[in-house]
């Protein structure tokens, strides 16, 4: 659909809403909605016979969407609907990497819209992944204006993070450890191009900023 008067009327058969935000995001004073939906086709679920990680895998893919609300307050008109940068659960022994249940997957902070998505395998590796995207709505699209990044090697402690401001061309790597609160910084600066569009980032755990810089 799209147009509803709320997040639940955007749903279309075969899917359920995971997650959902609100707030402004188009500056007008009123209140958005960010929401994430997920589809719950039976056939998508699969059995893992192997079995390292859980029994089944819901491969159902997600979508994730954005309404304004109309001037006249009687209800939401569909501005965004992307289905790549949450990407399908596909391995049995990696987390789904939305966690619906966390109220900080999705949310919309100061006019912008946040997603989180996390990586963390149960077996065939010591790394984990926390990222975190910062969109904006300028120039008719949600551009992407901030990329928070922090690795975490369980066998070693080690920790690295990376946070770029794509407004101030800006980053900033962090280096550290578990086992103490001293990390070493450096900073780089960007060279100057077009932000790009929430649809130009594609599957969110293949986003390699340092190509996109």
Same mark, same amino acid.
């Given at each position: 659909?799209? &147009? ?8 279309? /058969? ?17 209140? @958005? ?10 056939k998508?679920?699969?059995?893992n ?8 895998? @819901? ?14 307050? @009687?209800g939401?008109d569909?501005?965004l ?5 949450? /990407? ?9 990497? +939305? ?11 100061r006019?912008?819209l946040?997603?989180?998505?996390g990586? +963390? ?6 790394g ?6 910062? +969109? ?6 949600? &551009?992407?204006?901030?990329? @928070?990044r ?7 402690? &080690? ?6 401001n ?11 450890s578990? &086992? ?11 060279a100057?191009?077009?932000?790009l ?6 599957d ?10």
């Open positions: 659909p799209r &147009e509803a008067a709320s997040a639940e009327g955007f749903v279309p /058969p075969g899917w359920q809403l995971e997650a959902q935000a609100r707030g402004d995001l188009n500056g007008d004073g009123k209140a @958005d909605l960010a929401f994430v939906l997920h589809a719950t086709d039976p998508n679920v699969v059995a016979p192997d079995g390292l990680g859980v029994k089944s895998l @819901d491969t159902n893919p997600r979508i994730l969407a954005a309404a304004f609300a109309r001037v006249s307050g @009687d939401y569909l501005v609907e992307n289905h790549a940068l949450i /990407p399908r659960r596909t391995d049995p022994v990696m987390d789904d990497p +939305f966690d619906s249940v966390a109220a900080s997957g999705l949310e919309v902070a006019g912008t946040r997603l989180r998505l990586v +963390f395998a149960s077996a065939g590796s010591w984990m992944s926390n990222m975190t995207w910062t +969109f904006r709505w300028q120039t008719g699209r949600f &551009e992407l204006i901030g990329y @928070d922090t690795d975490t090697n369980r066998g070693s402690g &080690e920790i690295e993070g990376l946070s770029i794509y407004l101030t061309r800006r980053a900033k790597r962090t280096a550290g578990i &086992e103490s609160d001293a990390e070493k910084t450096r900073w780089e600066t960007l100057r191009g077009p932000l569009s929430l649809d130009e980032v594609g969110g755990l293949e986003f390699d900023p340092d190509s996109r810089r």
